[in-house]
């Protein structure tokens, strides 16, 4: 059911390191070359468990795989909320398309998947940083009523506004810019908005959403971990 797609890291890896450093200025697709000083929309890259909440008359709770196991506190939070009553709320009289799409107004049973980062206390190893165990959205996919194989991505002032609807937090934009800017602000490191911490890293976006020539949607991330391994391999740590 929908799996969240690969994002790719923004440089190449070095395969022949044992820590697989990346190799800056080596990009890891032609598209982010080609669009390098377009401008794109940063927001933080968050350190935890990919989370699907799929609604089609019931819910289900999935992680980034069918699969996939959820931390225990992770179903104890969602467990306690209302889900289908907060997916009608939602989605039940909003029609959420694009202008020129064929998506029609959300009818009976829609399906649709919120994807999500599952992060705080328990989840995971050092995702306790981020406080108690919570939800996080980040994209939310819509299948389309005439062409059930189609699927349609919210823009993020329609997630933003699920978020709201649902009572989840919501991964915010924290700047803007090139490609160059944003490997910069990883390089340097930069505070995290859950805490007195560094962010794990950024997840960028084309301000104006592209897919590649296989369907696939332009989406980059980087580590600051990536530059921290970088470093540790160049001194022979």
């Given at each position: 059911m929908k799996k969240y797609h690969k994002i790719n890291t923004l440089w190449k890896r070095d395969t022949s390191t044992p820590r697989n450093v990346i190799v800056p200025l080596d990009w890891a697709t032609a598209e982010f070359e080609y669009l390098a000083d377009n401008d794109w929309e940063f927001t933080e890259k968050l350190d935890g468990t990919n989370i699907r909440l799929i609604w089609f008359g019931?819910?289900?709770i999935m992680g980034k795989t069918d699969d996939a196991m959820i931390p225990a506190p992770l179903t104890e939070v969602l467990d306690k909320q209302n889900l289908a009553k907060l997916?009608?709320?939602?989605?039940?009289?909003?029609?959420?398309?694009?202008?020129?799409?064929?998506?029609r107004h959300l009818q009976d049973l829609p399906r649709v998947c919120l994807y999500g980062e599952g992060v705080g206390a328990?989840?995971?190893?050092?995702?306790?940083?981020?406080?108690?165990?919570?939800?996080?959205?980040?994209?939310?996919?819509v299948r389309d009523v005439e062409?059930?194989?189609h699927w349609w991505w919210l823009d993020r002032k329609n997630v933003k506004d699920v978020a709201k609807k649902m009572g989840f937090e919501f991964s915010p934009v924290i700047g803007t810019g090139s490609l160059y800017d944003m490997n910069d602000m990883?390089?340097?490191?930069?505070?995290s908005a859950w805490g007195d911490f560094k962010a794990e890293g950024i997840v960028a976006r084309p301000r104006?959403?592209?897919w590649n020539r296989r369907g696939e949607r332009i989406i980059a991330k980087l580590k600051t971990k990536d530059f921290h391994d970088l470093e540790l391999h160049r001194s022979g740590s």
């Open positions: 019931d819910v289900n997916f009608d709320k939602a989605f039940n009289g909003n029609s959420y398309k694009d202008p020129s799409s064929p998506l328990r989840v995971h190893q050092g995702a306790g940083k981020y406080g108690d165990p919570k939800f996080v959205l980040f994209d939310v996919a062409n059930p194989d990883v390089k340097k490191g930069l505070p104006v959403p592209m």
